[in-house]
């Protein structure tokens, strides 16, 4: 049977977790107390997400971030942090957790990271001998304001990555976060004019009261979301443009410079994106971001990892 697995050494933490995720699903949910534990339970059964504390004894979540990477890559991990370990939190999206949530927002935001996680696990079902003579496929979406959909379109541009064979396992749930970030930006932030503000004070759903009333007014309902990809056997291209006022990208902070701050920031989302794509960049106007991931190759850490799973 599906499940998702807790990882927590705090009985209360894990209570809390298990409540907010009964509320949002119907999967089964596991849990451990430790990384080790964690890890036995995957080997017997992979989950469809592991879900772990960042601070543990003995093995903490940066640690199992990594052994997971490595050992399952197609499953996703979200981290949960304390205050004040954002620049641990960036390290283990570096070594490849899929997101990570502050302890302080798991109400808020633990059900979303969860859900956005899960939709990048569809399979493709393109017969393998066809995807080999494919040299180039694009796809141009226009949408309204409808949050919901956001989901499934990230869902069919990972199937286009897949049937390209641009990204391995552990990239493919990366990519889909940054692909699900930038287009919840476009909707919220861009088309929308919502600020991270009013969205931490709503909840982020297409039907929360303050959405539903931006996207009946003019001139957010008359405002749509342009979603482009275009996929060579070497990369994917992904642009992805609202029609709001646009950002002075110019003043984001460095991310390489100084992480903690950038962690912290507002912007979220974009911290994401420049995680997890291999580049990106702005138009002049700022409404307007494109995607680049590169097809890689695969290494020996990829084809035969160590005994321990660690690099």
Same mark, same amino acid.
């Given at each position: 049977m599906n499940y998702l697995l807790v990882?927590?050494?705090?009985?209360?933490?894990?209570?809390?977790?298990?409540?907010?995720?009964?509320?949002?699903?119907n999967h089964r949910l596991?849990?451990?107390?430790?990384?080790?534990?964690? &890890?036995?339970?995957?080997?017997?059964?992979? @989950?469809?997400? %592991?879900?772990?504390? /960042? $601070?543990?004894?003995e093995m903490d979540g940066l640690e199992l971030?990594?052994?997971?990477?490595q050992r399952f890559p197609s499953v996703p991990v979200i981290l949960m942090t304390a205050f004040g370990s954002e620049t641990l939190a960036v390290e283990a999206l570096m070594r490849g957790a899929t997101d990570y949530v502050p302890k302080v927002k798991l109400a808020a935001e633990l059900g979303r990271a969860v859900e956005a996680a899960l939709s990048a696990t569809a399979a493709s079902g393109r017969d393998p001998r066809l995807q080999h003579c494919l040299r180039l496929e694009q796809?141009?979406?226009? &949408?309204?304001?409808?949050?919901?959909?956001? @989901?499934?379109? %990230?869902?069919?541009? /990972? $199937?286009m990555t897949r049937e390209m064979a641009i990204v391995d396992e552990a990239d493919r749930?990366?990519?889909?976060?940054?692909?699900?970030?930038?287009?919840?930006?476009?909707?919220?932030?861009?088309?929308?004019?919502?600020?991270?503000?009013?969205?931490?004070?709503?909840?982020?759903?297409a039907g929360s009261e303050l959405v539903r009333q931006r996207r009946e007014q003019a001139p957010y309902r008359d405002r749509r979301l342009v979603v482009e990809a275009t996929l060579s056997?070497?990369?994917?291209?992904?642009?992805?443009?609202?029609?709001?006022?646009?950002?002075?990208?110019?003043?984001?902070?460095?991310?390489?410079?100084?992480?903690?701050?950038?962690?912290?920031n507002e912007r979220r989302g974009l911290v994401l994106i420049k995680l997890f794509v291999d580049d990106l960049c702005f138009n002049e106007r700022g409404n307007e971001i494109t995607l680049i991931k590169y097809k890689r190759p695969a290494t020996a850490s990829q084809t035969s990892p160590d005994r321990d799973g660690v690099a």
């Amino acid at each position: 049977m599906n499940y998702l697995l807790v990882v927590d050494d705090s009985a209360l933490d894990r209570q809390l977790v298990k409540s907010l995720l009964e509320r949002r699903f119907n999967h089964r949910l596991e849990y451990a107390s430790t990384g080790w534990e964690a &890890l036995e339970q995957i080997e017997s059964h992979l @989950p469809l997400a %592991v879900i772990t504390d /960042l $601070q543990m004894p003995e093995m903490d979540g940066l640690e199992l971030t990594q052994i997971v990477r490595q050992r399952f890559p197609s499953v996703p991990v979200i981290l949960m942090t304390a205050f004040g370990s954002e620049t641990l939190a960036v390290e283990a999206l570096m070594r490849g957790a899929t997101d990570y949530v502050p302890k302080v927002k798991l109400a808020a935001e633990l059900g979303r990271a969860v859900e956005a996680a899960l939709s990048a696990t569809a399979a493709s079902g393109r017969d393998p001998r066809l995807q080999h003579c494919l040299r180039l496929e694009q796809a141009h979406f226009e &949408l309204d304001n409808d949050a919901d959909l956001i @989901p499934t379109l %990230v869902d069919h541009l /990972l $199937q286009m990555t897949r049937e390209m064979a641009i990204v391995d396992e552990a990239d493919r749930l990366r990519l889909s976060k940054a692909l699900f970030e930038a287009l919840s930006n476009a909707v919220y932030h861009g088309n929308l004019e919502l600020s991270a503000e009013e969205l931490d004070s709503h909840s982020r759903t297409a039907g929360s009261e303050l959405v539903r009333q931006r996207r009946e007014q003019a001139p957010y309902r008359d405002r749509r979301l342009v979603v482009e990809a275009t996929l060579s056997p070497n990369e994917g291209r992904f642009v992805v443009r609202d029609q709001g006022p646009g950002f002075d990208y110019r003043s984001e902070p460095n991310l390489a410079a100084d992480l903690s701050r950038v962690a912290s920031n507002e912007r979220r989302g974009l911290v994401l994106i420049k995680l997890f794509v291999d580049d990106l960049c702005f138009n002049e106007r700022g409404n307007e971001i494109t995607l680049i991931k590169y097809k890689r190759p695969a290494t020996a850490s990829q084809t035969s990892p160590d005994r321990d799973g660690v690099a």
